[in-house]
């Protein structure tokens, strides 16, 4: 079988327990145990259940039981984990960002769709990623420990003085995230990251203010942009960079 289709698998296989960290991490419950059982009539999922995307499609989105409909978030996490780090084998093969960066990216769609829904990024998720972040900048030589150190430096400073500025418009969490990535990527592509972030935010939500989605007070979670930025600096990081500097200079 080719590598790429395996790393798919093994990605949408995380992707599902992104679902259970996504689902229980929120609401203080354990991510280990117990098994993943049916929101509505508690059944146990079965091994069969647990087969990322294909389960879902078989049983038209339902639980097998009670009929209970599920929600598409589970089938899309898991069919994005797979796409991006099949996405992240194109880009690194198997040199060591790779490893590093699916950390980084099941880290990211986790706080995205936690961000979504509860408006939150939870500490456990930051702090951890934090700790991952600076302790593999120790022991590989991918950014350095004090690049990784800068990173983590400017990328929370950055967003504390734009919480301080916003008056409470942007939350704690947000700082402590835009931090997290800074360990895994360094200063310069996180800072750029947020900046893309915001951009793409403001075009997304004026568009969704014109054709009256939102109104103007409705906050857009940020984290899933600074999310969506970071992995547009990790594809595209170093064209975007040069082609910042072609146009300033
Ligand atoms: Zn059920």
Redesign the pocket.
């Not at 049916?38 to 059944?43: A, D, E, S, V």
């Not at 639980?63 to 209970?68: K, L, N, S």
């Given at each position: 079988m080719e590598l790429g289709l395996v790393i798919f698998i093994f990605g949408s296989i995380v992707g599902s327990f992104l679902n259970v960290v996504i689902y229980r991490l929120p609401a203080g419950k354990s991510i280990v145990f117990p098994p993943s059982e049916?929101?509505?009539?508690?059944?146990r999922l079965g091994f069969l259940d647990l087969i990322p995307i294909i389960s879902y499609l078989l049983q038209k989105g339902r639980?097998?039981?009670?009929?209970?409909k599920f929600s598409i978030q589970y089938p899309l996490v898991e069919f994005l984990t797979g796409l991006l780090f099949l996405a992240l084998y194109w880009k690194f093969n198997l040199g060591i960002e790779f490893y590093l960066y699916l950390v980084l990216a099941s880290l990211l769609i986790s706080a995205t769709f936690i961000d979504f829904k509860h408006q939150i990024i939870p500490n456990k998720l930051t702090y951890s990623g934090i700790i991952f972040g600076i302790s593999s900048s120790l022991y590989f030589d991918h950014i350095g420990f004090r690049w990784a150190l800068l990173g983590f430096l400017i990328g929370g400073g950055f967003l504390l003085l734009v919480a301080i500025a916003s008056r409470g418009g942007m939350g704690v969490g947000d700082v402590k995230f835009a931090a997290l990535i800074g360990t895994f990527i360094g200063p310069t592509q996180t800072f750029v990251g947020i900046i893309l972030g915001a951009l793409i935010g403001s075009v997304v939500g004026i568009a969704l203010i014109v054709t009256k989605q939102i109104g103007g007070k409705d906050r857009i979670p940020f984290g899933p942009l600074i999310a969506l930025g970071t992995l547009l600096m990790i594809f595209f990081g170093d064209s975007i960079i040069d082609l910042y500097w072609s146009i300033v200079l």
């Open positions: 049916c929101g509505n009539c508690g059944h639980c097998r039981h009670c009929g209970t």
